[in-house]
């Protein structure tokens, strides 16, 4: 199965089972080139979220125009700080934001339950490093990724690189087949 992709500088289309890399610096919105990936060519999303919560994505979905009919969101935040949750269809909560297995065993069971073309949003492994730590985060990140290939699915995952020394971007980037980089004046380039 082909996905397109809609984010400027970057190929046509890729191929199920693929996952992208967005490396960008921790100061660049990075929210336009999410959307633009979630919302292109498209049945089903799943979007994991360890930086902001589901009412926070829910907004972001708003704002650019995602049908929200089509997202099912997993807040790994909210429990972490003590927020009130509303679990619905829609909107899944994790217990605890370094609960790295559930984020995996999640992200499988909606790839199981839905069909069609389904497109997954990692937001962010920056994150997930900052609650688990680098080793369990590298596991889990090789987890999905196994898993949008054996569903043809295709993600995005995002790395915030100022954060973190080269040598740990340059680890991530190896596990995937499509690299798209954010600079500080929001310039995209990528490579796949």
Do not use: C
Not at 70 to 95: C, F, K, M
Not at 142 to 154: M, S
């Amino acid at each position: 199965m082909e996905y397109t992709l809609a984010i400027e500088n970057t190929p046509d289309s890729v191929p199920g089972g693929t996952g992208i890399l967005l490396v960008h610096p921790s100061t660049v919105e990075t929210d336009r080139i999410d959307t633009e990936f979630l919302k292109t060519d498209t049945d089903n999303l799943f979007i994991v979220s360890t930086r902001t919560t589901a009412r926070e994505v829910k907004q972001k979905l708003e704002h650019y125009e995602v049908d929200e009919s089509r997202a099912t969101i997993l807040d790994a935040l909210s429990a972490e700080r003590g927020y009130t949750r509303r679990q619905s269809n829609s909107v899944h909560y994790l217990p605890a934001a370094n609960d790295l297995d559930g984020i995996v065993e999640e992200t499988g069971e909606f790839l199981d339950t839905h069909e069609g073309k389904r497109r997954v949003s990692i937001d962010s492994i920056t994150e997930m490093i900052y609650y688990a730590d680098k080793r369990a985060t590298h596991e889990a990140v090789e987890a999905l990724l196994d898993l949008l290939v054996q569903h043809d699915a295709v993600g995005i995952f995002h790395l915030a690189a100022g954060v973190h020394d080269d040598e740990l971007v340059s680890q991530f980037r190896e596990l995937f087949g499509g690299v798209v980089e954010l600079d500080e004046t929001g310039t995209i380039s990528s490579s796949f």
